[in-house]
């Protein structure tokens, strides 16, 4: 009877007790591996991958850039941060108009990039006409949140 169930015997049971065992394999006695390549865990990602990073990742990396550029060689932005228009004797200050034009591209920017569909829903829901008026129709509406 088998050592195991129903299952017949295989090579490695089958070796009788008292029988002479067969030398043991040594590294020499196993055949030459075939030469292979050698393999690199590095590999260079293709163009098309890399481009489609950098303009999925255009934003943070323009910020990036930005930073390092500012922070490697300030002179320039200290330079246009000194140009102000406006100033009066009531306005000491002025306007620094590098500051201004940014700060409306990025408005700009991030307007363009709303889509129209959204901007209509708004419209439509009344959402898009200066808050509470859109919802309960002016001052009236504002009134009876305050509950006065």
Excluded at 74 to 82: F, L, N, S
Excluded at 86 to 106: H, L, P
Aim: hydrophobic share 40%; proline share 13%.
């Amino acid at each position: 009877m088998p050592p195991y169930g129903d299952a017949p015997p295989t090579t490695a049971t089958a070796v009788r007790p008292g029988a002479p065992l067969p030398p043991p394999a040594t590294l020499l006695d196993a055949p030459p591996a075939p030469p292979s390549k050698p393999r690199s865990s590095f590999h260079l990602p293709s163009w098309p991958r890399i481009q489609h990073l950098f303009i999925k990742n255009a934003l943070p990396l323009g910020f990036l850039f930005g930073l390092i550029w500012a922070l490697l060689w300030p002179a320039p932005g200290q330079a246009v941060a000194e140009i102000v228009i406006g100033k009066t004797a009531s306005n000491q200050k002025g306007w620094r108009i590098v500051e201004v034009i940014n700060n409306c591209f990025v408005f700009l920017v991030s307007g363009l990039t709303l889509r129209m569909s959204d901007f209509h829903s708004l419209v439509r829901r009344g959402e898009g006409r200066g808050g509470r008026e859109g919802r309960e129709g002016g001052e009236e509406g504002a009134r009876k949140e305050e509950g006065t």
